[in-house]
């Protein structure tokens, strides 16, 4: 999220859209109810389903599932032409008068730059034009054809509303009536806040839909001010900590690059990411990357971490391609490629697609090690349970080990919400059994790799010889002291840079902010955008008041927001170019005359004159991108791609399957169905009864919602004689379920390039572990293909067929 | 061959000539009767306990509430079972009779003991007969609404308005049975000499000439033994 | 040492202090009870509460059923999907409430609305449980209008089955008690709100004084008329009274859209009419019947039967004994008016 829950309570539009907020995310959903009754706000809903969060709405439009950024670029081209654009913003704060270089251009759905051999783009065109100086070339007029602005609206024109009825098979009145209402949201005082989840992300162009609404929001200029922003439910209570802390193949804390194979020395590595400002004057505030990176080397190898040995850089793993992700893991599991997998609080077996494949891969397992607080299906996928788990445990030669572990109510720490929100919880139960929280288990295994490494030696023993492990009891580190070292803590006594006679830090003290960080090795730090959460102060994550005097829902003493406490991230953006808020009713911060203040953290240097430095300071060029430059893989603007199993042609390209450039590996081309075989398109949701394959383990859960099942229209169970209550299976080219059959008016078929489409919808649920009924999900079902950016499974759309099965309705 | 029985049931015979004692009802008959008076008696206290508020002190007899809740039906069962015996031996001798309207029409007679004036009569008179037929008929209509709202087994069988009426019928029928009931158990205590027939299973000659004479002529009139009976 | 009396919780979230206080709901405050006419007058009349169910705001979570199973510690089966989202599928034993779903496609504006209701006890102001209700004590009504059941009075019969007119007593299969929402009467009756309002995410489910609750629902509906629900309006059924559960509803002019919500409820003429009237009349009718009978033997003569009925059937015997020896065969034949 830009902003945080709490904040929603100040917009005056919410769109849900790509996700299902009232039914994923209930608690959170509470702020809508608050912007409706304090403010008055609406609530626009547009999704394949007629959801519990349409039922609150005010407005709904149905959608296919896949065609989001078709109805996004139809809005933006619509707001242009209707002149709902937040000029001020727009003009001051975005990129649209740069120019971009003359090479870069589109034709049939493609950008230049395409190589079909290694699926992916040569993006060196996706650049703007640099002038001698070094910086960006513009054209305040907007009259150069080579200007954002210009390129975005010529990318944009194809969307008519009569494009978007025939592609999303939204119908035009609908989908105008969606574009007055946001439309109104152009002007300073009126927000828009864009909440979604995983309805945009599991797509082969997840990352677009999510740009899509971004530019819009831009368009409005609605980032970083009060009750707007992008706000990205997360899926997990701690999935955003996750992200932040690094558990991906090609992270480290912070949002650090895990270096690759051509980036051998620490000098290389650092030399890409100076970030030098594209613009006069801008912060680029990625220039502090070394004091980052360094501190964070510090904080694994500590004395052992030198300016002579680049801070430890080389005991770094190194990339020898772009990222190991799950899909890639898995892949090469199935091909014999893995022997042991460490499966921690993960249901790969529930939760990735095309399991059929996925039984294969664990079966190809020397070693399988779970390490869960339930019983998952991942664990004992070698068992057979029938048709729910149709496997010859005799065929499978896989050890699987499982450590139980303690649950979020057993042990303490901080949950970071969608909020970037650090809040630390205690223990309220005691662990059950030989249970063991996760740093148990973590750190007697690593105690005891060492001890081999002592007495055995091995190849490039020294990044775990040598990493820190300082804590009072090695083998069970606390939260606090794991949570001081993210925060960071000065190595030796830190001089303040501006009056070298006074002392910044003393030695061992913690940092109070990112500010503090140093690339000479006197602190550390192990990921970045904590530091502030564990002060000199104290726990500031632990901190509980929820005065809130400015009522913005700031709430600046509840828990603590990365980074540096900030609540609304580019908040500087929420004020005129002159420092004033654009709705004096929704003051985040406002320039004094000498610096910013307000009821939020500003997002800016205190001091920095307004006029002079731009509100994205992340950005070398100090404002947003409707261009998003080469940070996409599949192009600087969102183009409207279909799924790769989709049961209408790409209009814009017919011969294209799905995302061009999207995780997609050789061997799962021959998976993929086609709509003669397989008309209906299915999409994946989750159920406010459940969480996830968590909670049909708890019986209150499985009473609430027992059974697997799926939704269809009344349409598609008159055409296919399937009775209400009715037992189904669904099928598609990767496997087959069976089900009940929720009929409902709540799913209609669309009309979609002239054809009608039925919508098949299949909740997550179910396993065959838990107190609630033996089900399937539709991972069984779904494509073995990812975004072209996160590699995150199309689980939203994919195409199936269905029937009747034996077994009489219940009704 | 057999003698034709119009006015008596099998087992109805003369006991004794000296004096005359008449066999009303067999041993079985007197069982039958019992039961059913007992379980009567049962589901009246234990029904009055439900019915009226101020009567509920005599769940107390039943070992208290719940158990007089799950008690009352199956006495109503074994009621409805017990009496069904009865109705298949006394049906046909209850069927209406011309002499029963004339009976009737001179019920003030019959209230003040005067029967001198009044026809003779098989072995009931008329009050018997709608004693008979209202307790059937209650029965029957206890029966049916009452496992309509039998909570314990039957939760949904019908639909709760339908409920409704069932429970104010059982209660308003059960009203009716208990001043049947009355009546019945009245008349037996008025008509001196009644109760021995469900007691000794036999009444005096006397009682048989004055309250049923064609019964006794009937029976006065047959063979001691009835071969085929 | 007496322990403070908790205070009258007037939020769902109220949040009394933590040291064991005294109940605040006391026998004393019953105002009327099942089977029982003569209840001494109360001492204090504690205020009406009320709980607000927003339909409006209420996103269908099932939250509250949750709560109400951890709270009351019922245990509800794992039943199977039968092509609905109710589940369980209707008001249990072990389920006091129940999210009921309604997909309507409204004629008016052409728009699908998916009406979700939170069914569960009512607490009528005149409550036809307690009125059916055979068992003295087993079903309560405090003077804060919180219609209690008193499991250990109840003898399982299922009157306020029939009684209820939004059909929410469910006998206990096993308990064999009637169950249904108590609207926390032991949360309350300590300074707490009801589980399923504390637990509601959008507050759709609100607790307060009903006073409170009405001007709350007045501002819902004022919101719901801007949106365009004209009809938008407060359930506060007069044919029982009042409720002590309201509902605001978007279509407050058709709550039998609502998963059938009674669009009038009141106490059926059939169960006043059985609980009324036919309880005294029948009463007095069976005591007039038994006193008339006993009346009429102590001072009426008796029937006797005479010597010379005695001295007619001996004669009437003896000579068809007669017949019978001479004339074997005729005498079985019945012989009309016979002397």
Same mark, same amino acid.
């Given at each position: ?472 009891? +090695?083998? =069970? &580190?606390?939260?606090?002291?794991? *949570? ?5 803590? !000065?190595?030796? $006594?830190? /001089? #303040? ?83 004033? +808020?654009? =709705? &004096?009713?929704?003051?985040?911060? *406002? ?5 910013? !203040?307000?009821? $939020?953290? /500003? #997002? ?208 | ?229 | ?339």
């Amino acid at each position: 999220m830009t902003n945080s829950w709490t904040d929603i309570k100040n917009t005056d539009l919410v769109v849900v859209m790509g996700g299902n907020a009232a039914e994923a995310h209930p608690c959170g959903f509470k702020w809508v109810t608050e912007a409706k009754q304090r403010r008055g706000a609406k609530l626009i809903v547009v999704d394949p389903r007629f959801t519990r969060t349409a039922s609150v709405s005010d407005y709904y439009a149905p959608i296919r599932p896949g065609s989001d950024i078709a109805f996004l670029m139809g809005v933006i081209r619509w707001c242009i032409a209707n002149d709902k654009v937040q000029w001020d913003y727009v003009r001051n704060y975005t990129n649209m008068a740069y120019l971009v270089r003359e090479e870069f251009g589109w034709s049939d759905g493609m950008f230049t730059g395409y190589n079909e051999e290694t699926r992916s783009y040569d993006q060196s065109s996706w650049e703007y034009q640099i002038g001698e100086d070094g910086y960006v070339l513009t054209d305040e007029t907007l009259e150069n054809p080579r200007c954002v602005w210009n390129l975005l609206k010529a990318h944009v024109d194809v969307y008519t509303p009569e494009f978007v009825e025939r592609i999303c098979g939204t119908p035009k009145d609908r989908f105008l009536k969606v574009c007055e209402m946001i439309g109104e949201c152009a002007s300073p005082t009126k927000t828009m806040t864009s909440m979604y989840a995983l309805g945009w992300t599991q797509h082969s162009k997840g990352s677009q839909n999510i740009r899509g609404m971004a530019m819009l929001q831009l368009l409005l200029g609605n980032i970083g001010v009060a009750g707007g922003g992008m706000n990205a439910l997360r899926g997990h209570s701690n999935i955003q900590g996750l992200t932040d802390v690094g558990l991906m193949s090609n992270l480290i804390p912070g949002y650090l690059a895990i270096p690759t194979e051509r980036e051998p020395d620490f000098e290389t590595y650092m030399s890409t990411r100076a970030n030098k400002p594209l613009r006069p004057n801008q912060m680029s505030y990625w220039q502090n990357y070394r004091k980052f990176m360094v501190s964070f080397l510090k904080a694994m190898w500590g004395p052992a971490a030198t300016a002579e040995n680049g801070w430890g850089y080389e005991w770094l793993p190194k990339l020898d391609i772009a990222q190991y992700d799950g899909l890639r893991m898995f892949d090469m599991m199935s091909k014999g490629e893995v022997n042991v997998y460490f499966c921690q609080g993960f249901n790969p077996l529930l939760s990735f697609p095309n399991r059929g494949k996925l039984t294969e891969a664990f079966g190809k397992l020397k070693l399988l090690v779970v390490m869960d607080p339930l019983a998952t299906e991942t664990a004992a996928f070698w068992e057979n349970h029938g048709i729910y788990n149709d496997v010859d445990p005799s065929k499978i030669q896989t050890e699987v080990l499982e450590l139980p572990t303690t649950c979020f109510a057993e042990d303490e720490g901080a949950t970071v919400n969608s909020g970037r929100w650090l809040q630390w919880h205690w223990a309220g139960a005691t662990p059950p059994g030989e249970s063991q929280t996760d740093v148990w288990i973590m750190s007697n295994i690593f105690l005891r790799l060492r001890e081999l490494y002592r007495k055995e030696g091995g190849k490039a023993p020294e990044p775990i010889l040598n990493l820190t492990w300082d804590y009072a009891d +090695p083998e =069970d &580190p606390t939260a606090a002291e794991l *949570a001081k070292e993210l925060n960071g803590r !000065a190595l030796t $006594d830190v /001089p #303040d840079p501006n009056d070298p006679t006074k002392l910044l830090l003393q030695a061992g003290k913690q940092v109070s902010s990112f500010g503090q960080l140093r690339d000479d090795g006197t602190t550390m730090g192990a990921c970045w955008i904590y530091a502030g959460c564990f002060t000199e102060a104290g726990n500031m994550m632990a901190r509980r008041d929820n005065e809130d005097p400015s009522g913005m829902g700031v709430y600046q003493n509840w828990s603590f927001a990365w980074p540096a406490n900030r609540r609304v991230l580019y908040n500087r953006a929420s004020c005129d170019l002159d420092g004033n +808020p654009w =709705d &004096p009713e929704r003051k985040l911060i *406002a320039w004094d005359g000498a610096k910013w !203040a307000g009821p $939020d953290i /500003p #997002d800016i240097a205190v001091t920095a004159k307004p006029r002079e430095v731009g509100p994205f300071i992340m950005n070398p060029e100090g404002v947003s991108r409707f261009f998003s430059r080469r940070l996409m893989r599949d192009g600087p603007f969102p183009t409207h791609m279909e799924p790769f199993e989709s049961p209408v042609a790409n209009p814009l390209n017919p011969e294209m399957r799905g995302n061009p450039v999207a995780r997609m590996f050789p061997g799962d081309v021959a998976q993929l169905g086609d709509r003669s075989e397989f008309p209906l398109v299915a999409t994946s949701y989750r159920l406010t009864e459940h969480f996830h394959y968590w909670t049909k383990h708890n019986k209150v859960n499985a009473v609430l919602q027992p059974e697997f099942f799926v939704e269809i229209s009344e349409e598609l169970a008159a055409e296919r004689g399937i009775a209400k209550g009715g037992r189904v299976r669904v099928w598609s080219k990767r496997g087959e379920v069976w089900a009940k059959a929720v009929v409902t008016k709540r799913i209609r078929p669309l009309i979609c390039d002239g054809q009608t489409v039925h919508v098949v919808g299949i909740p997550i649920h179910w396993g065959f572990k838990g107190a609630a009924r033996k089900g399937f999900g539709p991972n069984t079902l779904g494509p073995f293909v990812g975004d072209a950016n996160i590699e995150t499974p199309e689980f939203k759309a994919y195409l199936v067929n269905i029937e009747p099965a034996e077994g009489s309705a219940t009704s | 061959m057999t003698e034709e029985r119009q006015y008596s049931a099998p087992g109805d015979e003369i006991e004794t000539r000296k004096p005359v004692t008449v066999s009303r009802y067999r041993g079985i008959t007197r069982l039958n009767h019992w039961v059913t008076a007992f379980t009567m008696i049962g589901l009246i206290l234990s029904g009055m306990a439900l019915f009226h508020p101020s009567l509920y002190f005599l769940t107390g007899l039943f070992g208290g509430g719940p158990t007089t809740r799950w008690l009352h039906p199956l006495m109503g069962i074994l009621l409805f079972f017990s009496f069904l015996l009865l109705f298949l031996q006394m049906w046909r001798l209850n069927l209406p009779k011309r002499e029963d309207a004339e009976w009737l029409a001179n019920i003030k007679e019959v209230v003040k003991g005067e029967e001198e004036n009044l026809p003779e009569l098989g072995k009931y008179n008329a009050g018997q007969k709608f004693v008979f037929w209202g307790m059937s008929g209650l029965i029957l209509v206890m029966i049916v609404t009452g496992v309509m709202i039998w909570e314990q087994y039957f939760p949904g069988l019908v639909s709760i308005p339908v409920r409704r009426v069932a429970v104010a019928v059982h209660a308003l029928s059960a009203v009716a049975a208990v001043l049947i009931f009355i009546v019945h158990v009245y008349a037996a205590i008025w008509t001196r000499g009644t109760i021995r027939a469900m007691t000794r299973g036999t009444v005096t000659g006397g009682w048989a000439y004055r309250h049923h004479r064609k019964w006794l002529r009937e029976l006065a009139g047959r063979r001691k033994t009835d071969p085929a009976e | 040492m007496t322990t403070e009396r908790a205070p009258q919780p007037t939020t769902a979230a109220a949040n009394p202090p933590i040291q064991p206080m005294a109940s605040n709901l006391l026998p004393s405050d019953v105002v009327r009870a099942s089977a029982m006419r003569d209840l001494p007058a109360p001492e204090r009349q504690l205020t009406k509460v009320a709980k607000l169910i927003d339909v409006s705001r209420c996103i269908g979570c099932k939250a509250c059923q949750s709560a109400c199973i951890e709270w009351n510690d019922t245990h509800p089966d794992v039943e199977e999907n039968v092509g609905v989202y109710e589940n369980p599928h209707d008001l249990t034993p072990e389920m006091f409430t129940l999210m009921r779903f309604t997909e309507y496609a409204n004629p008016e504006t052409h728009e699908l609305e998916w009406l979700i209701r939170k069914d569960g006890c009512m607490h009528c102001e005149d409550p036809g449980c307690l009125t059916a209700c055979p068992a003295p004590g087993a079903i309560v009504q405090y003077s804060n209008g919180i219609v209690d059941f008193i499991s250990d009075n109840c003898i399982g019969c299922g009157y306020c089955v029939a009684g209820c007119p939004f059909d929410i007593p469910r006998i206990h299969k096993t308990a064999h008690v009637s169950k249904k929402c108590t609207l926390c009467s032991d949360r309350v009756a300590v300074g707490q709100g009801p589980a399923c309002a504390k637990a509601c995410p959008t507050q759709a489910i609100v607790f307060g004084t009903k006073d409170e609750m009405i001007a709350h629902a007045e501002m819902r509906i004022e919101d719901l008329k801007e949106r365009g629900y004209e009809k938008a309006g407060l359930y506060d059924p007069q044919g029982v009274g009042g409720t002590h559960v309201m509902y605001v509803l978007h279509h407050a002019d058709k709550p039998s859209l609502y998963a059938d919500l009674p669009d009038d409820p009141k106490i059926s003429a059939v169960v006043k009419g059985w609980k009324g009237a036919a309880k005294d009349v029948g009463l007095a009718a069976m005591g007039i019947a038994a006193v008339g009978a006993m009346a009429h033997g102590a001072l009426a003569r008796a029937n006797e039967v005479s010597a010379h009925d005695d001295a007619e059937a001996q004669e009437m015997v003896a000579h068809a004994a007669e017949r019978l020896a001479v004339e074997p065969q005729e005498a079985a034949r019945p012989q009309e008016g016979a002397p």
